[in-house]
């Protein structure tokens, strides 16, 4: 493996499509393994049916076809016990408190722990409520007994073609991309306007259009040199070719996720002919393969969240800082296990991504607030999504992102300091590294198809 130069994700790197698939083959076997296996990573808590879109009336926007429902988990001996409401109310007490932000403003430099008191791993706390940790990437899913939480185990719903389509899904890509505008100075963002505001905007308005022509300039870039770590130049109608390092990188992120969704469905598509659930090379080739950049960003995410997994690593591997609390010390065990072994993996090459270049030079630090708060914006965004499944997937993808964001942009690498991550945080993050890994492998499945179909003529 080339060790990637730490100026990867601003100049070309040598982190090619064929060094991150080599490493995927390694990962995946693991990753599978710790996803599929485990009742702590095949479950997750979140409020899926009780909160509104807060940009607009989305009542038209519901998605009646039967692959968009959801099938949560409502009694509760159907529900494994490490996520069982009851478990977690175990927990509840006056010291096993989220380290809230007077902590973190208080003693930025200590281990966070030091707030929980003794014997409760971090991944074992209950949230009490819905508010952003002021260095959260995303609205956090609220774990508490009585929040409206909906059980859902992964493994029942997987992430695949549902029909969802049309103007209620096309709305809502639109306000996530809008939500790359940056400007140069950065404006006041409320819930209420984040979006709402920007889309009155003409600079708004054209952005799909100029990030469309950007990309087919980024295409001849592409094909030359097949490499996936190449920026991103995104012009937003604000901004020009010597666009900033990390509204690029925010870009990447939206559309190699975006990617990432669309790999899936077309991977797991519903031919409504035959009935059968296989492969669409047509529904690939028109929205990836003619579209280069957005198969590079999503290997940009690859990369990205290997090197959140790596970085978490010698953390994760310390049995008292993060514990799977599934109330059996042997599953505990194995649950460790099998995240050690994702870990070894995905830290078996030279650093991939280098986070430390970013929020440094030029208007970097001011961005950051912008860019936590843009991120925010678009998992509230997933509120928005009228279709049950793809809303679960979307809320679950954000926040592994916004948590792969946190790790790395929150948390210096030469500080003491231990990354306090929900329950629900870590099984989006490892859960969307997942989701990536399979992208990636049907990618690759997906050229062959296309390669021999070309052959054949
Ligand atoms: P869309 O995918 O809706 O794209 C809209 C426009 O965005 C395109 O015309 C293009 O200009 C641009 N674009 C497309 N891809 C990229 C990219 N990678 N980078 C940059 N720009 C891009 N459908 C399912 O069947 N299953 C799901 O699980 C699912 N999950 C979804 C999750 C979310 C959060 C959302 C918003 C939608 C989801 N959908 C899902 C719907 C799906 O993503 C598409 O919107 C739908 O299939 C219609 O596709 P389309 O061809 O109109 O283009």
């Known amino acids: 493996v080339c060790p990637i130069s730490p100026k990867a994700i601003v100049s070309d790197a040598c982190a090619s499509y064929s060094t991150l698939e080599r490493l995927n083959r390694n990962v995946k076997p693991a990753l599978d393994d710790l996803t599929r296996t485990t009742d702590f990573f095949s479950h997750y808590r979140l409020n899926l049916f009780h909160k509104k879109c807060p940009f607009w009336n989305d009542e038209n926007g519901m998605c009646g076809n039967i692959a968009c429902a959801v099938q949560t988990l409502d009694n509760e001996e159907d529900i494994p016990p490490v996520w069982r409401a009851s478990e977690l109310g175990k927990l509840e007490g ?10 973190q403003r208080e003693e930025p430099r200590r281990p966070l722990r ?7 791993g971090e991944s074992c706390v209950v949230e009490y409520d819905d508010e952003c940790d002021e260095r959260d990437y995303c609205v956090p899913e609220d774990e508490s007994a009585a929040s409206k939480g909906d059980y859902v185990s992964l493994l029942q719903n997987p992430e ?14 639109d306000a996530i991309y809008r939500e790359n505008c940056f400007q ?8 209420s306007l984040g979006v709402g505001s920007q889309a009155q905007g003409p600079a708004a308005m054209d952005f799909k259009a100029v990030i469309e022509a950007a990309g087919r300039q980024q295409v001849l870039e592409q094909q030359r040199q097949e490499n996936p770590m190449t920026p991103f130049v995104a012009k937003t109608g604000f901004e020009h070719e010597d666009e900033c390092l990390e509204k690029r990188v925010f870009y990447r992120v939206i559309s190699g996720m975006h990617a990432s969704i669309s790999t899936h469905l077309c991977w797991d598509f519903l031919n409504q002919t035959t009935g059968q659930w ?24 690859y990369a990205l969240l290997t090197r959140a997994i790596a970085k978490l690593g ?39 991504f280098d986070e430390s270049l970013m929020f440094k030079n030029g208007e970097g630090p001011s961005l950051k607030e912008d860019f936590r708060n843009r991120f925010r914006n678009v998992s509230r965004l997933m509120d928005c999504v009228g ?8 809320k679950l993808q954000t926040a592994g992102y916004g948590t792969a964001l946190k790790v790395l942009f929150e948390f210096d690498n030469n500080s003491p300091e231990i990354p306090v991550l929900k329950r629900t945080e870590l099984v989006a993050l490892f859960n969307t590294y997942a989701r990536l890994s399979s992208s990636l492998e049907a990618i690759q499945h997906f050229r062959e198809m296309v390669q021999e179909r070309d052959a054949a003529g």
């Open 94 to 103: 006056p010291l096993a408190k989220h380290p809230g932000k007077t902590t």
């Open 114 to 120: 030091g707030g929980l008191g003794e014997g409760v």
């Open 160 to 173: 695949r073609f549902t029909g969802y389509a049309g103007d209620g899904a096309k709305q809502v890509w």
């Open 184 to 191: 140069k100075t950065s404006f006041p963002h409320s819930d």
């Open 278 to 301: 296989q492969p669409n090379v047509d529904c690939y080739v028109n929205r990836l393969h003619t579209h280069p950049e957005r198969i590079s960003n999503l290997y940009f995410n």
């Open 314 to 352: 010698p953390y994760l591997s310390q049995e008292d800082t993060y514990r799977f609390c599934t109330g059996d010390p042997e599953q505990d065990a194995t649950t460790r296990a099998k995240v050690l072994a994702v870990i070894e993996k995905a830290s078996s090459v030279p650093q991939i």
């Open 387 to 394: 279709c049950d499944k793809c809303r679960l997937w979307g």
